[in-house]
């Protein structure tokens, strides 16, 4: 065609018998430009660009995170601060348990109006929010995290061993899980928790506290899922040439599990882990409102909603306050564990 030039070909690269790769690359791009066919050679340059970054660790998708990942962790770090801080008592906000009669049912949209000197308002009983909030996020985060982390040490360790050994062992240990995931996990924690707690009519009450039982009984209903996602994820990293290379080199399978395919499984282990802490706080939740959560007078965001829910068109305040913090942690848990998850998926897409 007229008003266009062939560029020439290229040159061979010393010591080659031809064009190099980087030539021929560069060659393509060069007369994409020329022939000017829908702007397909800015494509191709454009993706040779972001390919080249990402391939150096500079990529978006490689290192950053977005504001509302930030967002995210620094709501997670406040609620931590806050939880230790009302525990050990280094900074209180008053005395969870401290009744003032005045106070009660006081607080922002309440019929009774506001109380002086208690931002969040009072409970029905007159102990104020802000107080119980604090120490509420204590227990609801210890029952959260201790729950799973029990799922993820007995759950990820059987997963990890069903998904390397495969076999019979691997079958057993997949019906297992599969007759465990059967159960709905309410009726499974709450039938554990009444187990655990005993019968008081019959006095064979237990002497655990209400917060391990909670911690066994949610930490129970999380091992057959971890246990799953852990079994899956060592499926497919086991067939890996790493792996299978590491094994022909003699290596025990204790080594080849901890040193190869256990940091290889941990991401999305870690992902499933965070989605479960938020499962496992609105669990302690609804457990509460069944009567079987944690018992006063010691507070948590589920009892906290279970005590005070017929106060909920009177003063919403006792509800509403609890219950959005219980909704913000989720939130913030829920999108940490899709970063993570994401961050996987790109990492091993590169591979």
């Avoid at 790769?21 to 800015?42: K, L, N, P, Q, Y």
């Avoid at 655990?196 to 039982?213: N, R």
Wanted: proline share 5%; glycine share 14%; with cysteine.
């Amino acid at each position: 065609m007229p008003g266009l030039r062939r560029s020439p070909r290229a040159t061979p690269g010393p010591g080659s018998g031809g064009p190099t790769i980087r030539d021929e690359v560069g060659e393509t791009v060069h007369e994409e430009f020329e022939s000017g066919f829908s702007g397909g050679g800015a494509l191709v340059a454009e993706q040779a660009v972001l390919v080249g970054d990402e391939g150096r660790g500079r990529g978006p998708l490689k290192w950053g995170l977005s504001f509302f990942a930030w967002l995210a962790i620094g709501w997670m770090v406040f609620i931590v601060i806050i939880a230790v801080l009302a525990k050990i008592g280094l900074v209180t906000w008053g005395d969870p348990q401290n009744v003032i009669a005045s106070c009660a049912r006081k607080g922002p949209f309440a019929n009774e109006g506001t109380a002086p000197g208690h931002l969040l308002g009072c409970d029905s009983d007159g102990r104020d929010m802000i107080a119980r909030l604090a120490l509420g996020a204590w227990t609801s985060l210890l029952v959260g995290t201790g729950s799973v982390a029990l799922g993820f040490l007995i759950g990820g360790t059987l997963g990890l061993i069903a998904g390397y050994f495969g076999g019979r062992l691997d079958s057993f240990l997949v019906s297992t899980f599969n007759v465990l995931l059967s159960v709905p996990g309410v009726v499974l924690a709450l039938a554990l928790v009444a187990f655990l707690q005993g019968s008081a009519q019959a006095g064979t009450a237990t002497a655990l506290p209400d917060v391990v039982i909670l911690i066994i009984a949610i930490g129970v209903v999380a091992i057959p899922l971890i246990g799953r996602i852990s079994r899956a994820s060592a499926l497919t990293w086991s067939r890996r040439e790493f792996v299978l290379a590491a094994r022909a080199q003699g290596a025990k399978n204790g080594r080849v599990m901890w040193r190869e395919v256990l940091p290889n499984v941990l991401p999305a282990m870690v992902s499933i882990a965070l989605l479960s802490v938020a499962i496992a706080i609105v669990a302690e939740g609804a457990l509460a409102i069944l009567g079987v959560g944690v018992r006063p007078p010691t507070p948590s965001w589920g009892n906290m909603i279970a005590i005070d829910r017929g106060e909920l068109f009177t003063s919403p305040h006792i509800v509403f306050e609890p219950a959005l913090l219980i909704f913000l942690t989720v939130l913030a848990l829920n999108y940490l564990g899709d970063v993570i998850r994401a961050k996987f998926d790109v990492r091993e897409s590169a591979i």
